[in-house]
């Protein structure tokens, strides 16, 4: 199977969940999957999923299906699973300690492996089994620890400066949990989660909008 260089967005962001449920067929000792039975699975419709799966050149055989095992480990090393990818986590506050306590490490191979602060109290200090460094030292740490994506939690106010800073320390991606739209430069990628507005989007659509055809909202009448 070839490269992903240039894959789809959509397509990309499928992977993790093909993945997931590649290992689980894996680990439950299957060796084949058809188009069909993984788009049952992973609810994504089964021409989507023989397109996606063109983009790598994995052609399910008819009769035969996709080989899990060769897909898995495809997909391992695509989403660099096969290694383990340091985050670090810039703001240890209440969400910044929940994600301090989250085990990014159990199914995906990620852990937290530094986090920054400008709280006296925990600067110092380890936190969750993180250490937790002064923001002054930020810039030099990720580039000493080579790493090259941050969850941001700070406040609002601190956003856009600590995201300044961050592409001073060279990272290339930015999960950024403030409600603002951080700037920075087109080679740094950022992913915004804002969860208030999720729960609130999530609240509004219950409230008008139909939920038995999810594809094609209708409003209600
Ligand atoms: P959360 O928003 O995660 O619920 P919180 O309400 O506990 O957190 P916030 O005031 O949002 O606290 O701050 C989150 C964390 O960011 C705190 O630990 C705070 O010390 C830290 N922080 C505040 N300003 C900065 C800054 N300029 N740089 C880095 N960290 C900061």
Do not use: C, W
Request: charged share 25%; glycine share 4%.
């Amino acid at each position: 199977m070839n490269s992903t260089n240039k894959i789809p967005k959509a397509t990309a962001k499928r992977l993790p969940i093909y993945y997931r449920y590649l290992r689980y067929l894996h680990e439950d000792g299957k060796d084949r999957v058809s188009s069909t039975e993984l788009s049952e699975a992973v609810k994504v419709d089964s021409a989507t999923i023989r397109r996606d799966f063109s983009y790598f050149g994995a052609l399910g055989k008819r009769g035969y299906g996709y080989d899990v095992e060769d897909l898995m480990h495809f997909f391992s090393k695509t989403l660099k699973q096969d290694r383990l990818t340091n985050v670090a986590l810039i703001g240890v506050g209440n969400l910044g300690h929940a994600l301090l306590n989250y085990n990014f490490h159990q199914n995906n191979n990620m852990r937290i492996s530094a986090a920054f602060d400008i709280n006296k109290e925990i600067v110092g200090t380890i936190q969750s089994g993180v250490p937790v460094y002064p923001m002054e030292d930020m810039v030099q740490q990720l580039k000493m620890q080579q790493i090259d994506v941050v969850m941001l939690t700070v406040p609002t106010s601190a956003a856009q400066e600590a995201a300044n800073n961050l592409v001073k320390a060279e990272v290339k991606g930015i999960l950024n949990f403030t409600p603002i739209r951080i700037s920075v430069p087109d080679h740094v990628r950022v992913q915004n989660v804002d969860l208030a507005n999720e729960l609130q989007t999530l609240i509004y659509f219950i409230d008008h909008y139909k939920t038995d055809d999810k594809d094609s909202l209708l409003p209600l009448d």
